[in-house]
């Protein structure tokens, strides 16, 4: 906990800190956003690389999981128009939407129907790859297929696996880990709900619970991962794997966009929402991102008002020094994904040049766009995804500034605006039946 007077002189330098801290929506704008300014702490090279292991691992994921046949084994959504919620959209936020508007449907990644889906597996099939290699089970150009054998999987159950996790990302590492065969353990926050426990319990995966937050269901992960050297930890507040992973998908954006023949370029700027809990799913995209298309990619993140923990961080430029506990938020939210209240220091670091600015969303209007996209569009996507659909509602309210800072008023009739949907698929009936009801 910081200090009275510190959090006093915050206040003073940052008059928007007390608005957050009174749970009024805010939208922030970064004005550490600076065109062409490199990233220091991060290579491309990764992402590129992360790409050709993902291609390696395809023959793999095909096997392993048949519902990945369709897609070849590559773990990737689908962009889709979402026009009749459009018009709801554009009247519950009492703003007119310029431009096309998109959803980006990571909410039905195969495996694990969410955004870290991306992420999550891919760090994991990197160790795998990383001790087939050093143990010379296989060679990069072989048929990966032959990870899904009992000679791998007995292989790999000498190894262990652990992370610390809200849920979803528990639930992308357990799946294929146990599926490699590796012994994993997750460390779940109070607010993983129930079903992610016995999903993964089912699977054989050990789940640890704690009565805390994220953050300390992460460091007792990281405590105890250390002291096992057969442990690989993964770490969603540092890891890099994880970072190189998530950003895969701009590449693959880059793909689909023109191959739907959306342009975007000096006189058609794209404007992308992520939700965001401690930083590294949209952290990724961001940065893949910015790096295909620079200043014509605008990216804004997504928090809920209990939950601002990217804001605060990178307003502050604390980081990780400050949680929203410090300025008295609770750090409750249905928006279970999003249930961070300390962001990740390397994440925030990386997007100060990145980002266009963090805005945050109450829970009513999660539950009604959770009702509204699933009546409209028949597309059912869990309350941290609606946290990227108030995005053009945030822009269109509160962003004028950033529009004609940017000279961007005469071309928005020509930006797509594209929501990134982060996670449903997974959500059993019964889940889904208590969020629709709760939607008023
Ligand atoms: C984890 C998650 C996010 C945010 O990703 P972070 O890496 O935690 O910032 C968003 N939506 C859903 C559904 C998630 O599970």
Avoid at 143 to 154: A, L, P
Avoid at 292 to 305: A, D, K, N, T
């Amino acid at each position: 906990m910081r200090e009275n007077k510190q959090i006093n002189q915050l206040y003073q330098q940052h008059p928007l800190l007390k608005k957050i801290a009174s749970l009024k929506k805010v939208l922030w704008l970064n004005p550490f956003e600076a065109r062409d300014k490199k990233v220091e702490s991060f290579s491309f090279h990764k992402v590129l690389d992360a790409e050709q292991r993902l291609k390696r691992f395809s023959s793999y994921l095909k096997i392993a999981f048949p519902e990945t046949e369709y897609c070849n084994g590559i773990i990737e959504s689908d962009i889709k128009n979402i026009s009749n919620f459009r018009h709801w959209l554009q009247k519950s936020g009492d703003v007119s939407i310029q431009g096309k508007l998109l959803l980006k449907c990571d909410h039905a990644l195969p495996i694990s129907g969410s955004i870290k889906a991306r992420g999550g597996i891919y760090e994991v099939l990197k160790f795998a790859e990383q001790l087939a290699l050093e143990n010379q089970m296989i060679r990069l150009e072989d048929d990966y297929s032959i990870f899904h054998s009992e000679s791998f999987r007995t292989f790999f159950n000498q190894y262990k696996i652990a992370v610390g996790s809200t849920g979803n990302l528990g639930l992308s590492i357990g799946i294929i880990g146990a599926k490699l065969g590796f012994q994993v353990t997750v460390h779940m926050s109070a607010d993983a709900k129930e079903w992610k426990k016995q999903l993964l319990r089912q699977k054989g995966v050990e789940v640890i619970e704690y009565m805390s937050d994220y953050s300390k269901a992460v460091e007792q992960g990281r405590k105890q991962a250390e002291l096992d050297l057969k442990c690989h930890f993964i770490d969603d507040e540092n890891s890099q794997d994880l970072f190189a992973g998530y950003a895969v998908a701009a590449l693959r954006l880059e793909k689909q966009l023109a191959d739907a023949n959306i342009k975007v370029d000096a006189n058609h700027p794209l404007f992308v929402y992520i939700p965001c809990g401690v930083g590294g799913g949209p952290g990724g995209v961001a940065y893949g991102l910015k790096q295909l298309y620079g200043e014509h990619v605008h990216i804004f993140f997504g928090e809920p008002l209990q939950s601002p923990c990217m804001l605060i961080g990178m307003m502050t430029g604390l980081h990780d020094e400050i949680s929203v506990a410090d300025i008295g938020l609770t750090n409750k939210t249905e928006a279970d994904g999003l249930a961070v209240g300390r962001a990740s220091k390397f994440v925030g670091k990386v997007m100060e040049p990145i980002i266009s600015g963090c805005y945050t969303v109450d829970e009513s209007f999660l539950f009604q766009s959770l009702r509204r996209l699933n009546e409209m569009e028949q597309i059912f996507a869990e309350p941290s995804a609606h946290a990227g659909i108030y995005g053009p509602i945030a822009l269109f309210k509160n962003g004028q500034q950033y529009i004609e800072r940017n000279q961007l008023s005469d071309k928005m009739e020509q930006a797509t605006h594209l929501i990134w949907s982060t996670g449903g698929n997974m959500v059993p009936i019964d889940q889904r039946q208590q969020y629709l009801q709760n939607s008023n």
